[in-house]
């Protein structure tokens, strides 16, 4: 769009910190492909600690090569290490929820993380619960029950982890962007990556044996580190321009994708369902940003 002069209007915060989602969305697809490439050769909390060193390795060096490294604050501690033990918790319950229940009913019961975010706002973000936020969510949750169709299927240990790590996800993007707002995006990618890695090796060496990657799986463990960093830089930039309630619900066009993925790549199942529901997220959002917009 452009304005009466030839000039292109600003983007609103609210269509930024969407487009910023979208590539929080690519990425972190990108990461639960690799993470399927090498789920056979290293248990999630390996995942988690290779993940993790990687991101350091990024984070320190760009800090280091552009003169960063003063911006690192350590104000916020106590908060980063809940935010972090709550993502690192849902992470792994997910991990762990994937290998022991229905796909449909786990990522049914992860996309409850947006509803959770929406509740949990006005506890601790003091964002208020509009009806159009209320809506979208609730109709792009809609729009995952159209596609999972999960409860066909018994409850599970698996399950029960499922909904542990929606709430922990929801979590971890209701601190996130407590963090945004007094952090630059610098230091909490930092302390992410710092708390993880030790959290990661902690949990991996509990059982005295920590399987080193190979050469095979190694891209793949370095892609699933820059993949995960670049979707949690993606994540805080969104929350620092848009409130939680808002950004977390257009994470649902997620389902949708991985599922075109799954049958291009992986002759997974694709059917009416998915586009159905696919449509649901969509217009949700769209609606919903487009309210937001015009509010902001």
Known sequence: ???????PLPMSDTATAALWMIGAIASFTTMAVAGRAVSLDHDTFELMFYRSLVG???????????????????????LHLVRNVSHFT?????????????????????????LWA???APLFLNEAITRSRALAALVGFVGILVVTQPFSEPLT????????????????AIFTRR???????LTILFWLTVMQAVFGLVTAAWDGDIALPTAAALPWLVLIGLAGLLAHLCLTSALRLA???????VDFVRLPLIAVI??????????????????????????NLRIEARRR
Do not use: C, H, K
């Open 179 to 185: 963090l945004t707002r007094t952090e630059n995006v």
């Open 243 to 249: 409130p939680a309630a808002v950004v977390m619900p």
């Open 90 to 114: 849902g992470q792994n319950l997910w991990f762990f929820a994937i290998t022991a229940a229905p796909l449909a009913q786990v990522f049914a019961l992860e996309f409850t993380a947006p």
């Open 157 to 172: 240990p698996g399950v029960i982890a499922a909904a542990g790590a929606a709430i922990g996800f929801a979590g971890s």
């Open 118 to 120: 929406l509740v949990l």
């Open 56 to 78: 350091i390795v990024v984070v320190v060096g760009f800090a280091t090569l552009t003169e960063r490294l003063g911006l690192i604050g350590r104000r916020r501690l106590g």
């Open 1 to 7: 769009m452009t304005s009466t002069t030839g000039r």
């Open 262 to 287: 799954g049958w291009l790549f992986y002759a997974e199942g694709f059917d009416a369902a998915v586009l159905l529901g696919g449509g649901l997220i969509v217009a949700a959002n769209w609606v």
